[in-house]
């Protein structure tokens, strides 16, 4: 008989959908093609330069040259620590922390170190497409808690609770959102930890992006609005959003002693310490102020207006006004089945194929994000081509007939 060349385990994993539209965007421009690409999450500004500067200087540093411990560097789990207070008011420990390689190493080892297999996850749909694989390589079961437009793309206690099995063990919440940047309110955060409190539930709060927030939204750390919640709860950071540094890849989760200990000699397996030179780079982002962050806001603010407004404009396309993170998550349910010069396409998915080959703008379909029927674009991206890949979508949607 012979053996699959590649395990179950490994096979059931998706490619990461967002990085695939950004890998073949970026393939179409190499050929010659003007695409503009929506899909990737990641600022268009280079990295502040007091950090870059800070890596050039760890890179002279001997002591970088060697292994560091493989939780972190002590005085960056300190730092995060310490930022931690100053940002959310969540007073932690460096024991607390764990220095990870990117957010997505963070996501994983948190649902790994917490689930065993069949242990059920409420996930809020529309979601970030790296947690379902990360849930099933832990052995969890998701269960989805489905959100649309008409309510913001924010769950209700009460769905919440319809989930609920005595299977659930943890509950993934996330806000602002990525893929549709909603935004809890405080007295939302407040109702949802207290009621995963009562129920002796697990939280792994998601809250990479906590200084993205607009108008009159703002970022309450769950972990910190909800005391009651104790030693349940696991918060997952990076650098990524907040200063412009995907490419460094340092995250980090904080949790109580154990999870994090546990956390850690997982690490200590798969990757051991984060690159020094990158961490170096982090401690200088989280211990400087504000000021580069509030910048580049400034800037996402204002194509979210823009990008919100000429969306709205098209025909047949609802898109609520995201209050965090910089994406937009519009519908275009009533366009498909539509008939768009021959071809007909029924679903989102087929509709942001059309948009590529047709219009050369690259978006991630709702599919991807547990929602079909929407798309996902970013608005972390130039003034210019924004408004000019917005007009092409434009352009090529009002011709449904």
């Known amino acids: 008989m012979t053996r699959p060349r590649i395990s179950a385990r490994i096979s059931a994993i998706s490619e990461s959908a967002t990085l695939a539209v950004d890998a073949k965007a970026k393939a179409m421009k190499a050929a010659g093609r003007p695409v503009i690409g929506f899909g990737a999450g990641e600022p268009d500004f280079p990295t502040p330069g007091y950090i870059v500067e800070a890596a050039v200087e760890a890179c002279r540093n001997p002591r970088f040259h060697k292994y560091t411990p493989a939780g972190g560097l002590p005085e960056l789990k300190q730092a995060v620590a310490d930022k931690t207070l100053r940002d959310s008011g969540y007073r932690v420990e460096a024991a607390q922390v764990l220095i990870t390689n990117g957010g997505k190493q963070a996501v994983y080892e948190a649902f790994a170190t917490l689930l065993d297999p069949g242990d059920e996850v409420l996930v809020v749909a529309p979601y970030w497409t790296t947690y379902p694989e990360a849930i099933k390589l832990a052995g969890g079961v998701q269960v989805d808690v489905v959100t649309d437009e008409t309510t913001g793309y924010l769950a209700s206690v009460e769905q919440l609770e319809a989930s609920r099995t005595d299977r659930t063990k943890v509950l993934l919440f996330v806000s602002p959102s990525n893929p549709t940047g909603a935004v809890h309110s405080p007295e939302q955060v407040e109702a949802i930890g207290r009621w995963a409190a009562e129920h002796d539930l697990w939280v792994v709060t998601d809250e990479i992006y906590e200084h993205l927030t607009y108008g009159d939204a703002s970022f309450v750390s769950i972990a910190a609005a909800v005391p009651e919640l104790g030693d349940r709860v696991v918060v997952l950071n990076g650098v990524a959003k907040t200063y412009a540094m995907t490419g460094w890849r340092v995250g980090w989760l904080i949790g109580p002693k154990d999870v994090v200990k546990a956390a850690t000699n997982l690490q200590s397996h798969a990757t051991s310490n984060v690159s020094n030179v990158a961490q170096a780079a982090a401690l200088a982002a989280v211990s400087g102020d504000l000021a580069a962050v509030a910048e580049m806001r400034e800037a996402f603010d204002r194509r979210r207006r823009t990008m919100v407004r000429m969306l709205n404009d098209i025909p047949g396309v609802v898109c609520p006004e995201p209050k965090g993170a910089f994406y937009a998550y519009p519908s275009v349910k009533e366009l498909l089945g539509r008939d768009f010069g021959g071809r007909r396409p029924q679903t989102s998915a087929e ?20 929602t079909p029927g929407y798309f996902r674009l970013s608005y972390a991206l130039g003034d210019d081509d924004l408004a000019e890949g917005v007009s092409r979508i434009a352009k090529f949607l009002t011709q449904a007939r």
């Open 351 to 370: 509709l942001a194929e059309l948009i590529l080959e047709e219009a050369e703008v690259a978006l991630v379909p709702g599919e991807a994000f547990g």
